[in-house]
């Protein structure tokens, strides 16, 4: 397992942007973003594996973009766009393996998260 700790959330308008950073205390190549709502599921993101594989969810894709330094371990969101309906706690994750992952099982690591709040 790695460490991981998130950092960017905040307050912001509909319409607006913000970047997420997530420092990871190890290398992983296969890192991604997860984002849980108060009273429902953690829900995949955005995530990269080894070199340019990239996926996203649908509600996201077009918006948002994962990037990382893979010299510096660490990883990204870039989120345009912003809607209401994005405020979530934001998770990023880590797992063995170089493939791009998109369901939460097959993460062994997570940062604490941190809050992205969208107003209308």
């Known amino acids: 397992q790695v460490h991981l700790v998130e950092s960017g959330g905040g307050l912001v308008q509909a319409g607006g942007s913000l970047t997420l950073s997530c420092a990871a205390s190890?290398?992983?190549?296969?890192m991604g973003w997860f984002r849980q709502a108060p009273g429902k599921e953690r829900n995949f993101v955005a995530a990269v594996g080894w070199g340019p594989n990239e996926e996203y969810s649908d509600t996201v894709k077009g918006r948002f973009a994962i990037s990382r330094d893979i010299t510096k371990n660490t990883l990204a969101l870039h989120m345009n766009s912003l809607k209401p309906d994005d405020t979530a706690v934001y998770f990023c994750a880590a797992a063995e393996g170089m493939a791009v992952r998109s369901i939460a099982a097959q993460y062994d690591s997570w940062g604490r998260g941190t809050q992205v709040t969208v107003s209308s």
């Open positions: 190890g290398r992983r190549f296969a």
